[in-house]
């Protein structure tokens, strides 16, 4: 009976189902659960990026973050360069993707092997074989340093075009694969010129395709930082901006732009998911009419009165609204809470070393271990793990944990056991 | 001859504003975007360190230098070996080989559940849900990991809650957090390939080998498996490049002590000013990953052609 059972469980693979359904789980906690954490901190009001201690919820580092200069100018030229990106790379791609189903049986693999290349190509050789290449002709042509051969916007177009356009090529293939040759050639039959064949029939065929194409190299470019770092020479781009940030000092705004990235992103998803629905719908009821069993079709509606639209927009505005609201209102009033707070654990501390030092003072043997705790404690939280200088809430708690500093200071060199630890490693 | 065969036919089948700018558009492309820079760099890693403005004068003559000195090191060191780059390099390459198994052992199951169990709407959400952390730039992510491994990071605090530890372990410094987020940064490009591979394969031989008494081990053994194996080829290409190529990732995670084989490269560049030895230091990374991602299809009897579609 069990060993029925037992075979059944087996047989029907209902362990390796309970399994794999977990490991899907724990999958998409690995994939989410970076970016839902990095989007809490956004939110904290302490001036470190964490999750705990919690402190108050607060907007404002969306507030400075669109008062970073370095970051706005880093992200215009990011949305400049991914047009030019787009404008260069889309039309490269559409005629690298229209000349492989025209080329020659036998170059066709020499050719896809090279144009598919800058795919796999690390990113830092292509940018550094751009920031070369161009360099060396633009001495070639004997042109000054403020000619576009030396020109940040140019070399990282050209740099990131390179690859992206055989991004743009591959989604036109998978297009084109599924183009039937016979209507280019009733075009051209009923006396239409190449150009017009191409205009009027290809291109509104490869429509979808170009639009896909488009945010596909605007993204890419928008995102990309291993070429541009090395094509950007002076200039910056958010990503060259933000590197740089995140490694002298962070703060969470830059958690809060990762909060906007990710909700512009759904959002996108959303509605892509909507407009997809409705064409399938669209494309469904024409079937029907083209079958005879509707007469005429229904007459669609605008995009924005189709109902998910409408509760897409209405969560937007009320997740807006509800952070707008909550960390706005009463910040300060919490943020005067938890300094308030501080202060109390603060003076809690000082009064406890007090104490210490006054037993200390009475035997001086007994105190060692004890006082101890303090000192690493404070340091360890300064120093944060990330070696970040110049986080202003160094400074913050700093000063408002002076008093225990001062306190704790004419113990440090002697008691505290580290110290104790680190002069007999260094005589190790 | 021949040629001009072709192009007189290409001529009169495109016409001549299509043909130029077919020809032109792709010409451009493969000559000044691909083919040249790469010669240029090539060309370039084999010259003499001079400044820029002797660039073409006799004394940016051709030498070997770089090479020699990614192997021997200076003249004047004490050891006979470059020990700090080699060492650099060997572990950037061994790093992002083991980076390539772990997404390669997490990403199969999730192909295969995307690709043969869940349907429907499931699916689709759940496609859907693994591009959105993709558009979130790789710096940011990166930034994530930070946020979470830090010394009072989530982490730390979660295991010293739990009073698994009772000390900040650094987890920086010894690079737990620059593996997490390698491995997390190309997940996207190591599912979609195995995905569609399996996605493919017609669900009955998964039937057939069940009824015949297969367990789930060996049917994923002998049947999927084999069936995946370009989809898994290609992924595994893809990641294992982007892995040794990876930039922003080491130098927003890596540990104070460690470096990557491309900060290497990004110091040459940026710091010393030396581009020759930064261009034959490109050369030799991306050299050996092709080298090495050869030699792994020939032991797996992988074809290139199979996977580059």
């Known amino acids: 009976m069990m060993a029925a059972l037992r075979d059944a469980v087996v047989r029907g693979g209902l362990l390796t189902r309970i399994g794999l359904a977990l490991f899907v789980a724990c999958f998409f906690v690995y994939l989410f659960g970076p970016l839902a954490l990095m989007g809490i901190t956004a939110f904290n009001s302490s001036a470190f990026p964490r999750v705990s201690p919690w402190e108050c919820f607060s907007a404002e580092w969306f507030a400075v973050l669109r008062n970073d200069q370095a970051l706005v100018e880093g992200l215009r030229n990011s949305v400049l360069i991914g047009i030019g990106v787009v404008a260069l790379a889309v039309p490269i791609g559409l005629a690298g993707a229209l000349m492989l189903m025209q080329i020659n049986r036998r170059v066709r693999p020499w050719y896809y092997t090279v144009v598919i290349s800058p795919i796999l190509v690390p990113g830092v050789v292509l940018g550094i074989s751009t920031l070369v290449f161009w360099d060396r002709i633009g001495i070639m042509f004997n042109a000054g340093h403020e000619t576009f051969f030396y020109n940040g916007f140019f070399l990282t177009i050209i740099g990131q075009a390179t690859f992206i356009s055989a991004y743009s090529m591959l989604v036109f293939i998978s297009r084109l694969q599924r183009f039937d040759p016979a209507l280019e050639e009733a075009a051209l039959d009923l006396g239409a010129t190449q150009v017009q064949t191409f205009r009027k029939v290809l291109l509104p065929f490869l429509k979808p395709a170009i639009a896909s194409a488009a945010v596909l190299a605007f993204l890419a470019s928008f995102e990309n930082y291993n070429t541009t770092v090395f094509t950007i020479v002076s200039e910056s781009t958010l990503t060259t901006v933000l590197a740089g940030k995140v490694r002298y000092g962070i703060n969470p705004s830059i958690s809060a732009l990762a909060v906007i990235i990710v909700a512009v992103t759904l959002l996108g998803a959303a509605v892509f998911e909507v407009v997809k629905r409705r064409e399938q719908k669209a494309a469904r009821e024409a079937e029907k009419v083209a079958r005879g069993e509707v007469q005429t079709r229904a007459r669609r509606k605008p995009l924005l009165l189709e109902p998910a639209m409408f509760l897409i927009l209405a969560v937007f505005v009320a997740g807006l609204g509800t952070v707008y609201f909550a960390g706005t209102v009463g910040v300060e009033e919490c943020k005067a809470a938890v300094k308030e707070e501080k202060r109390r654990v603060a003076q809690e501390r000082v009064r406890k070393l007090q104490q210490q030092r006054m037993f200390q003072r009475a035997a001086p043997v007994a105190g060692e271990g004890e006082a101890a705790p303090a000192a690493p404690k404070a340091q360890r939280e300064d120093s944060s793990g990330f070696g970040s200088i110049f986080a202003p809430q160094n400074l913050k708690e700093q000063v408002e944990s002076g008093p225990p500093a001062a306190g704790t200071e004419s113990f440090q060199g002697i008691f505290a056991p580290e110290n104790l630890e680190s002069q007999s490693g260094a005589g190790q | ?309």
């Open chain 2, 1 to 309: 001859m021949a040629l001009a065969c072709h192009l007189q036919k290409f001529f009169r089948r495109n016409g001549i504003a299509l043909s130029v700018f077919l020809l032109g558009a792709v010409g451009f492309w493969i000559l000044f975007m691909i083919v040249l820079p790469q010669l240029f760099m090539v060309d370039f890693s084999f010259r003499a360190n001079v400044p820029p403005p002797k660039w073409g004068t006799p004394e940016h003559h051709y030498t070997l230098e770089h090479y020699r000195y990614m192997v021997y090191g200076s003249a004047g060191s004490e050891s006979s070996f470059n020990v700090i780059d080699l060492q650099v390099f060997f572990k950037t390459i061994m790093a992002a080989v083991f980076v390539t198994i772990f997404d390669a052992a997490l990403c199969y199951p999730i192909a295969y559940y995307l690709a043969q169990v869940a349907h429907g709407g499931w699916a689709r959400l759940m496609v859907l849900s693994l591009i959105v952390p993709f558009w979130v730039n790789e710096i940011l992510r990166a930034f994530a990991f930070r946020i979470i491994f830090g010394a009072s990071g989530v982490l730390n605090k979660g295991l010293m809650a739990l009073g698994i530890i009772d000390e900040p372990y650094d987890f920086i410094r010894e690079n737990f957090a620059l593996y997490a987020g390698l491995g997390y940064a190309f997940i996207l490009l190591m599912v979609f390939p195995i995905y569609n591979a399996i996605e493919s394969l017609d669900k009955n031989q998964i039937e057939a080998a069940r009824d015949l008494g297969s367990p789930w081990w060996r049917i994923h053994w002998r049947v999927v498996i084999p069936f995946a194996k370009p989809g898994i080829t290609s992924g595994c290409t893809m990641v294992f490049m982007l892995t040794a190529g990876a930039l922003a990732a080491p130098q927003i995670l890596g540990g104070p002590s460690s470096l990557w084989f491309t900060q290497i490269i990004y110091q040459a560049f940026n710091q010393a000013g030396n581009w020759s030895r930064g261009s034959a230091y490109a050369i030799i990374l991306l050299a050996s990953c092709i080298a090495l991602v050869l030699l792994l299809m020939k032991a797996f009897k992988v074809r290139l052609g199979e996977i580059a579609r």
